[in-house]
Structures are given as structure tokens and as C-alpha cells.
């Protein structure tokens, strides 16, 4: 048997997956020390987002069977605005993030962001797929931390979805 990854969306205003959501984000804040956000705010937030949420199911485990494992999520606002993005630690470096940083730009024609300035390891990911740092904005988080506003560079979309899907 092998991985079957299966795509879904949230449309703002539903809270389906949310638990799996914040569970995920939960993992990869203990992990990794990054995405710390109060219970609440992060209800509000995916909420008032489009979420992009990826499963892992095994194939062959029965027809009609329910992948139940969530390994990543990206809540966008209607602006392009990527509120949060989390992949599973043990499935980064297998192409989820830049998948669902992929259909991010193709439904916006401007896509953005806030990365901890200290997080190195999502700056270098934003970077390598094309976001620009714009600017560094100190006391952005609530514990003082850092962050950067970065944008997806520029060209076409057309170009910009056929370079991230080409890495």
C-alpha cells in the first residue's frame, strides 16, 4: 500500500476540519517553537479564511474509505493574504507546502505573507518558491517577536505556477 494524498477546501465561513487544523498547528508549534497563537484567534482566523487542507489516506485501505490524516493546511483571506501554512514535520521536503503555496497563486493575483524573522527555516521556503522580503516589522508578535511581510514576486501567474509546479 502506498500514500494517497486527497485535497479539500474549507470556504470562510465553516469551521469543517478546524480540530484537525489546530491539532496540526499544535504539532508543528511544539516541534518547531513557531505558529503560537491563542485557541480563539486561530477559530476566528481559519474561519474567515479559504483553508486548503491536504490528507493522507492509504490506498488500497477499502473504496469510499476517509483519509484522516491531516499533513498540511494553508488559510488564505480574500486577498491572498496566507494567514497560516503548516506542514507536517514528517512530510516536509515532499513538495505539500509549494502545492498548496501553488494553488494560493493560482486563485490570487497577489499573494502575501508574515514569516517569523527568526523562523530561517520558512523564510528560506518563501524565498526559494519566489516571495520577496518587503520589509521587517519589529514587535510584530504578541511575545515581541519579529516577522517579515513578504510578497510573491513578480510575472505572470501563468509563469508563477509553472515555476513552483517545475521545483
Same mark, same amino acid.
Given at each position: ?7 479539500r477546501v474549507a470556504e470562510a465561513g465553516s469551521d469543517e476540519h ?42 488500497? /485501505? ?12 494553508? /488559510? ?5 493574504y496566507v494567514l497560516f501554512l503548516a506542514v507536517d514535520p514528517t512530510?516536509?521536503?515532499e513538495g505539500f507546502g509549494r502545492r498548496l503555496m501553488a494553488t ?5 493575483? +497577489?499573494?502575501?505573507?508574515? +514569516?517569523? +524573522?527568526?523562523?530561517?527555516? +520558512? ?45
Amino acid at each position: 500500500m502506498s500514500v494517497d494524498v486527497t485535497k479539500r477546501v474549507a470556504e470562510a465561513g465553516s469551521d469543517e476540519h478546524v480540530d484537525a487544523a489546530w491539532e496540526l498547528k499544535e504539532h508543528v508549534r511544539r516541534e518547531d517553537g513557531v505558529l503560537k497563537q491563542r485557541h480563539g484567534f486561530f477559530t476566528n482566523a481559519y474561519r474567515r479564511a479559504t483553508v486548503h487542507l491536504l490528507f493522507a489516506g492509504v490506498r488500497g /485501505a477499502g473504496r469510499g474509505s476517509e483519509p484522516d490524516d491531516l499533513i498540511g493546511f494553508a /488559510a488564505v483571506r480574500r486577498d491572498g493574504y496566507v494567514l497560516f501554512l503548516a506542514v507536517d514535520p514528517t512530510h516536509r521536503g515532499e513538495g505539500f507546502g509549494r502545492r498548496l503555496m501553488a494553488t494560493v497563486a493560482d486563485e490570487h493575483d +497577489a499573494v502575501t505573507c508574515h +514569516a517569523r +524573522a527568526t523562523n530561517e527555516a +520558512a523564510v528560506d521556503f518563501y524565498e526559494h518558491i519566489g516571495f520577496e522580503v518587503k520589509r521587517r516589522i519589529d514587535n510584530y508578535y504578541e511575545d515581541g517577536g519579529a516577522a517579515y511581510y513578504l510578497k510573491l514576486g513578480g510575472g505572470s501567474l501563468t509563469d508563477r505556477i509553472s515555476d513552483f509546479m517545475r521545483r
